[in-house]
């Protein structure tokens, strides 16, 4: 284990390193901080002196090792726009991006899941046929779209839930959450549904197939053969085996969720890191971004490392040597 | 089945609804303001909502706020006349003390990087208290556009604990005795927030910030016990939540939210001519322009009747009514003509066919190459204008290949000076010439002259009339070297001035909208019908 653990780290500091330059090159390509910072009345001294002080004057090179080398004393830099340090600009806005996201997960599983197994169960019946071709749809709709469309049904014709904005807070832990809250529960469940609807649609379709094909293993009919009631059938044989790529998805929906959930950010003004990525990009901080899609690698590298734990544990032939 | 769902509805609707404080005005704004220091950032959303905690002592109307009038000892020296009787937010009352403090604030870079007003306040030599209740400005040259520049030297209370008691000495590099100015935390916790404005600042988070009614106001108390400001910078969001009851107003909807109002007895909108031109530059060196080509290896846009010309081939009229609906006026030189100063102009004529005889007695009678460049998504209908203006010309045989592209994108490319032609945007907050003086004069760097002049236009006659309105403190004199700047600068072309922008707002139809022409919102402009 602990050599799968130290290979691991070995490969995901080559993919971090390996990032970094290319969003680094990347966003000195594409624009130019003095650019978009100096407004039309800065003289041509102001433009150099601005330069010199975001430290953009300097060769390309010169300006990565020592922004690596920053990074290795754990200072990622100062934002461009904000001037503020870009860490804690990042790490402010996670609790919300992570409140929508785990709410959202937890939809996508809690309605995904059950619908996926009873359409694997059930599969001549009318429902698993509707299920089925709104999980379609669910699919196909363009996510801004349903955003909006969302906003309209229930905050512009229904008026049950705000349009945007995260509303109330409370502070646990000195970090601020919309979880316990009612004011704040109520702006996170629009962004939560528009996240969840692709989520349910895809875990039925993933707990459909799987539950089909579990079916119709031996151990089943045996199990069926052996007497073995219905409910504990569906939990203790169907369920465990077709939890591994459900488990593998979820892990890796969950990290998309928190890394790029920026449309859906945007369109609700949830004051979330996608929203801080957009905008970052888009103002040609690239201090920010750069430091936004290295702790991004790094999560994924963690989530996907407690993945391959989990399915150890949910699967005892995988072994980690 | 309907029935249900509607009671299910009302049902949720009484349990989860909030329900609106009629006296707080909540706002949308377009993008967050950046912070509560009113110093580091510029940005319209920034100054919109700072306006409401702190007051500079010249207003957004070029009229006195905080001051009571000013008199040019030299024209290296001014005396600025306090207005007395005026009380920060924490009972200290103004004085001249208060400038020199915030000039040195303004000069102090926090973090080695500089604030909003550093340039400006370039020329600037010392910063001076007559008194209790006047400030002498002193500057290197004769700076008359320091009187516009005053309106972003938002005035801090200097009674914070770190400044020394006596007297403030200014200095360039902003230190002035003071040992330690407010950090963004003092500013954001309020603790530094003390202006002398309408409304005091209450809490202050990136998309969301909230202000109290300021009793002690020295003018006229706000109606509104406190505003609200939500920053929502997604159009189709911004209108929902408007339309949703989540706020009473929202900046900038679109064409396409003011058409979907028709109709709507609960909201309505209003628009009020803004001091930005929507122009197109044009690169006039006798080299060449990247992107334009010729059959001939000339330079067309050199040519001012090629220039001319193109100009003729745009239907402004037209633009502004079916792009814009009427909310955009036609353009008649590079000032909107409204602003305060701009000269009398006639107006700019549309003409294809005689566009295209000039063209032709220009020598390019089977057109030029031509690449366009605009920013995808910085002005309201920029892309579409940008489409229209590439027909236009198309229509009198120019060949137009229209680049459209990210702002940030844009920006970098346009600094590099890689555009022959591009779709731009300024504003005139601070008067009609001083957007010409960087955009088409020769460079100067003692004037701070030209340094955005990437037409790499050069006139004898439009630079001696920037050179002498640069120092003419005489207001009527240099209105007068504005429209001789502005008349030459038209007759030569170097950009095309194409229309200029309105601001809009939609809001609850209860309410009356008095809109600002500086583009930005405040809820001084809103008031109950």
Redesign the interface.
């Known amino acids: 284990m602990l050599s799968f653990v130290l290979r691991r780290l070995g490969q995901s500091s080559v993919l971090v390193l390996i990032m970094s330059i290319l969003v680094f090159v990347g966003m000195y390509v594409?624009?130019?901080p003095?650019?978009?910072l100096a407004?039309?009345?800065?003289?041509?001294?102001?433009?150099i002196?601005?330069a010199s002080?975001l430290g953009v004057d300097r060769p390309l090179m010169v300006q990565y090792f020592s922004f690596l080398s920053n990074v290795v004393r754990g200072d990622f830099g100062?934002s461009f726009?904000?001037?503020?340090p870009v860490l804690p600009l990042i790490v402010e806005r996670l609790p919300a991006t992570l409140e929508v996201a785990f709410l959202a997960i937890a939809i996508g599983l809690c309605i995904g899941v059950p619908l996926g197994i009873y359409s694997g169960l059930n599969r001549k019946k009318k429902t698993t046929k509707t299920i089925s071709f709104l999980t379609t749809v669910g699919y196909s709709i363009p996510n801004f779209w349903q955003?909006?469309l969302l906003?309209?049904v229930f905050?512009?014709w229904?008026?049950?839930?705000?349009?945007?904005?995260?509303g109330d807070t409370t502070t646990l832990f000195g970090i601020e959450l919309s979880f316990f809250n009612?004011?704040g529960l109520?702006h996170m469940l629009l962004p939560a549904i528009n996240l969840a609807i692709y989520k349910i649609c895809m875990q039925t379709r993933l707990a459909r197939s799987g539950t089909q094909e579990v079916m119709f293993q031996d151990y089943m009919t045996f199990a069926r053969a052996k007497g073995i009631p219905r409910p504990r059938l569906i939990r203790r044989h169907l369920m465990r085996n077709i939890l591994i790529p459900i488990v593998t998805i979820t892990g890796l929906e969950l990290g998309g969720l928190i890394a790029f959930s920026t449309v859906t950010e945007?369109?609700?003004?949830w004051?979330g890191i996608g929203?801080l990525l957009l905008?970052s990009?888009?103002?040609?901080d690239r201090p920010v971004v750069v430091a936004y899609l290295i702790l991004i690698v790094m999560m994924f590298v963690v989530i996907n490392f407690v993945v391959d734990v989990l399915y150890a544990l949910l699967d005892p032939r995988i072994r980690y040597t | 089945m309907k029935k249900t769902f509607t009671t299910l509805a009302a049902v949720a609707a009484v349990a989860l609804g909030g329900a609106a404080q009629a006296d707080v005005l909540r706002m949308a704004y377009s993008s967050a303001p950046r912070s509560v220091d009113p110093y580091p950032f510029g940005g319209a959303t920034t100054a919109g909502y700072k306006e409401h905690i702190y007051e500079a002592l010249v207003g957004h109307d070029d009229q006195p706020l905080l001051s009571t009038g000013w008199t040019w000892n030299s024209p290296t020296s001014l005396t600025v006349q306090l207005r007395e009787g005026v009380k920060f937010h924490n009972g200290e009352p103004f004085t001249a003390r208060d400038v020199v403090y915030s000039a040195c604030r303004m000069m102090f870079k926090i973090d080695d990087k500089r604030n909003l007003l550093t340039s400006s306040m370039g020329p600037l030599t010392d910063v001076v208290a007559e008194g209790d209740h006047a400030v002498r400005f002193e500057t290197k040259n004769p700076y008359p556009l320091w009187i516009q520049k005053m309106k972003f030297l938002s005035i801090l209370s200097a009674s914070g604990g770190s400044v020394p008691d006596g007297p403030i000495t200014y200095d360039a590099t902003g230190d002035c005795g003071i040992t330690a100015y407010p950090t963004r935390d003092d500013f954001e916790n309020g603790d530094a927030a003390v202006g002398t404005g309408p409304f005091k600042h209450v809490s202050f988070a990136k998309e969301f910030a909230v202000m109290e009614r300021n009793d002690d106001y020295w003018g006229e108390a706000s109606k509104w016990e406190g505003v609200e400001i939500s920053s929502v910078s997604n159009s189709g969001a911004r209108f929902a939540g408007l339309l949703a009851g989540d706020y009473d107003l929202i900046e900038n909807p679109t064409s396409e939210d003011i058409t979907a109002l028709d109709g709507n007895d609960d909201f309505d909108f209003s628009s009020k001519p803004a001091w930005r031109t929507m122009f197109v530059v044009l690169d006039v060196n006798a080299e060449g322009a990247p992107g334009v080509s010729a059959a001939d290896g000339s330079a067309p846009l050199a040519n001012a009747k090629v220039r001319h010309a193109m100009s003729l081939a745009i239907n402004r009229d037209a633009i502004t009514d079916r792009l814009f609906g009427g909310n955009a006026a036609p353009a008649n030189q590079y000032s909107p003509s409204y602003r305060a100063g701009a000269p009398e102009m006639p107006a700019l004529e549309y003409d294809a066919d005689k566009a295209k005889a000039l063209l032709a007695e220009a020598g390019y009678p089977d057109g030029f190459t031509l690449q366009f460049n605009a920013p995808s998504d910085r002005y309201p209908n920029g892309t579409r204008v940008a489409q229209a203006l590439a027909q236009y010309w198309s229509r009198i045989g120019i060949t137009v290949e229209l680049n459209t592209q990210p702002w940030s994108v844009f920006a970098k490319a346009r600094k590099a000076r890689e555009m022959g032609a591009f779709f731009y945007g300024w504003g005139h907050p601070q008067g009609p010439a001083q957007m010409i003086s960087f955009a088409f004069a020769t460079r100067d760097k003692d004037l701070g002259l030209g340094s955005s002049n990437y037409s790499n236009y050069s006139s004898e006659a439009f630079d001696a009339a920037i050179k002498a309105w640069a120092v003419e403190t005489d207001a009527a004199k240099a209105d007068e070297h504005v429209g001789n700047a502005m008349r030459a600068a038209m007759a030569d072309m170097p950009g095309i001035p194409v229309y200029y922008t309105h601001s809009l707002w939609a809001h609850r139809a209860d309410l009356t909208v008095d809109g600002r022409q500086d583009e930005r919102t405040s809820a001084f402009m809103v008031s109950y019908k």
């Open positions: 594409v624009s130019d003095v650019a978009v407004s039309d009345d800065f003289t041509e001294e102001d433009r002196a601005l002080e100062t726009v904000y001037n503020e955003a909006l906003i309209l905050a512009v229904l008026k049950v839930l705000p349009a945007s904005g995260r009612l004011d109520r945007t369109v609700f003004s004051p929203k905008d990009i888009h103002n040609a």
